[in-house]
């Protein structure tokens, strides 16, 4: 069953994951085209989601250490 997080869920992972991007590396704008990418993201079914599925293992562990209970919870209830 799919669960679509609450807003505030959505909007804490969505900072997340563009915290990470900004402390990529931007040389050649991947960074950047990553960050749009999250901004164009909609609330919508487990969208929320595909900001931690963006990241390897090390990222994914950096973005759970920036999250809330709840929304650590939100994403082992989704994996």
């Known amino acids: 069953m799919i669960m679509e997080p609450t807003q505030e869920i959505f909007n804490e992972m969505r900072k997340?994951?563009?915290s990470i991007w900004r402390?990529?590396?931007?040389?050649?704008?991947y960074a950047t085209e990553k960050i749009?990418?999250?901004?164009s993201i909609e609330n919508v079914s487990d969208?929320?989601?595909?900001?931690?599925?963006?990241?390897?293992h090390w990222?994914?562990?950096?973005?759970?250490?920036?999250?809330s209970e709840e929304a650590i919870n939100?994403?082992?209830s989704n994996k």
């Open 36 to 39: 749009k990418r999250v901004n």
């Open 59 to 67: 990222n994914k562990q950096l973005m759970v250490s920036k999250l």
């Open 16 to 18: 997340a994951a563009i």
């Open 23 to 29: 402390d990529c590396d931007n040389r050649f704008g």
């Open 74 to 76: 939100y994403i082992n």
């Open 47 to 56: 969208n929320a989601m595909v900001f931690y599925r963006m990241f390897d």
